[in-house]
């Protein structure tokens, strides 16, 4: 109470002391978000509105880079394969890890060791990954081609799988579904555990079979968490750079498609941040949708 | 416990305050120790070692100069730059190819009158004079960086294959495209020719010459853009039929081991190359013999070197060869104890035993730019012994190219900013890769092309 006494005047009383004590505890975190998240995120909207000059004279043009950014076809492009992207790699990684989890839940010999090598595509570096990847996938010397073509022929020719425009979206779908899938199990594997074994057993005496039992118990059990990764998962792919960028430069997200727009080329600051803003409603608007609906909050 | 995690939250408050006072505390000490960024494009790690062993023997004999080596890609190094412009930190100097030297110059970021002043202390008689052109400003004498370094491109080529075939060697449209055709087996794996394909420098570089020879530039002599021209598509169509005996898919330099491995006949290459194709053990990082044995041409030919010979010069209309000239330029800087140290550094790498070490790195593919260094026997005699290998002539020959380099941003000897600026932005490039990998109309393409391009223009 001495403490206490010292640091807030005497008239305050234990109500307000602990309002003032709150604030306090949440003042360095506030802070960083507001310097490091909200300055940056209302700066850019303010960019939108200008034509951004590298001297630093930036010249008010209203809403014509949202005029540019809209009438412009690659813009759609780039909005159709982040919507094919993120569908896909968001399915893909939650019913792989769905699965995964579900047979790692089981007992068999080494299942410590099975468990923690599933975690590798997820814990290794992007970059010692991605050079691998496209050493597989290389046209000329790489082990895909060599199998598939030269010892299978499988197909008529050889070919770029990475690096031709039109695949390329599939393979960094495919890239991103082994890389992050370990995080869904992980996160299902966990709830699992966690189910009362009592509700199974007292299933098996009413008779119920293995996909009754997934369907009654399982499921609605893992309900939420699996919402939640769905989410998490959309919300990350959604502005995923690294893993798309490094991959291939030819799969342009809306992420890597801002980049090429604000900083190559004849680098449209402006047009970049206006895409930014863009892509910025657009997940909130669906985390808000998604929220309500589905997580029931 | 109350009073501890208030006393710690004070602190933890107070801390950023802190570090403000001590920021400005060393600002106050400027004049004494100075520090500085220098970005070079020479990103392989070996040359960064033998960069940072010049820096730490410059900072040694000057304890109040600090020099931080950074990395970046050339094909980042516009874009890095201008961010660095647009934030307001600038390092102090860089290492980058001149057309992207005069792009900053022409965004007024460099600091001319230091780099002017270097050269004349230097001597201007001392330089080639082509590689000084360059990088001169449009007032004549005035310098927008230095040349440092450069080497030229052309095509090296299978001579053992060529002479079995029958084949001319690849110095004219037609003949190249002849046997580009003639050696294309992909079913063998095996191509005709490595062009570049991908959105990067590198196809720009194998463009250029190509479009020269064809007397179709970017600008005319009055500066008026002139590049949606008969002569320009007819080279663009040109390159895109090269392009499709390519190996698969989009390309870039990096595909030059396939060369080395004896799956290509032909390949777009600057004199960089000439230590993979002597040395062993140079070569031996671009093999994959051990991994897949059973994969044609998977060991090193020793007689590789013997079997390839060097087409630098494309002739449709006219001659015309590439090369770049590697530039040391300074950016403007609020403190001029900076620039000071700068200049030193530079000058400092200018000095015979400093230069020479800096061009052993990469023989054949770094060449000096100053006339005595060429001819100093200590720079002929390289520790990997390529000058042996190829003899002093055909070295002669590459240094001679050099001062004859040709670019799109000099038209009648009157320097155009704006074609260093299409270069810088990759315009070109970008195009190529809409027509051979995403199947755009040349038409099409090229009109896109010509309004980036005018954005620039315009400006």
Known sequence: METAKRLYPATLDRKAREEIFGWVLILPALVIILSLILYPIFYNIYLSFFNVNLDGVNTYIGLDNYKGVVFDSFFWNSVVTTFLYVVFTTIGTTFMGLIVALAMNKTFPLRWLVRSLILLPYVAPVISVVFAWQFIFDPVNGIFMDITFNKLHLFANRFNLIGSPKAAVWVAILFSIWKNFPFSYLMILSRLQAIDKNLFEAAEIDGAGTWQKFKAITFPELYFVMGAIVLLRIIWNFNKFEEVFLLTKNVKVLSVYTYFKAFTGTMELGQGAAIAVIQFSLLISFILIYVKKVLKW | MKKIIITFMCVLLLLPVAGVFANGAQEAKATGPVSFDFWTTETQSDRMATIQVLIDTFTALNPDVTINLVAVDENDMAANVQTAAAAGTLPGMFEAGAETAVAFGADNILDTDAATRIIKGIGEDKYYAGTLKLLETSNKGTYYALPYHGWIQGIWYRTDWFKEAGLKPPATWEDTLKAAKYFYKPDENQYGILVGTKAEGYTEQCFTPIAMSNEASLFDKDGKLIFNSPNMKEAVEYYADLAKYNPPGPQTWRARDYYLQGKLAMFYYSTYIMDDLALQDVAAGSLTGKNFENLKGSSFDPDLVKNTGFAPIMTKKQPAGFGVVVALGLFKQKDPA???????????????????????????????????????????????????????????????????????????????????????????????????????????????????MEKITNN
């Open chain 2, 338 to 452: 900076v620039t000071a140290a700068a200049e030193k550094f530079i000058n400092y790498l200018y000095t015979q035993n400093a230069y020479i070490t800096f061009l052993h790195m990469a023989p054949g593919g770094m060449n000096p730019v100053l006339k005595s260094i060429a001819t100093n026997p200590l720079f002929q005699n390289d520790p990997k012994g390529i000058f042996k290998h190829y003899g002093p002539e055909k070295m002669a020959e590459i240094i001679q190219g050099l001062n004859s380099i040709e670019t799109f941003s000099i038209v009648g000897g009157k320097r155009i900013e704006a074609a260093s600026q299409i270069s810088a932005k990759q315009i070109i490039p970008q195009m190529m890769y809409k027509i051979t990998q995403e199947g755009m109309d040349v038409d099409k393409a090229m009109d896109w092309a010509n309004s980036e």
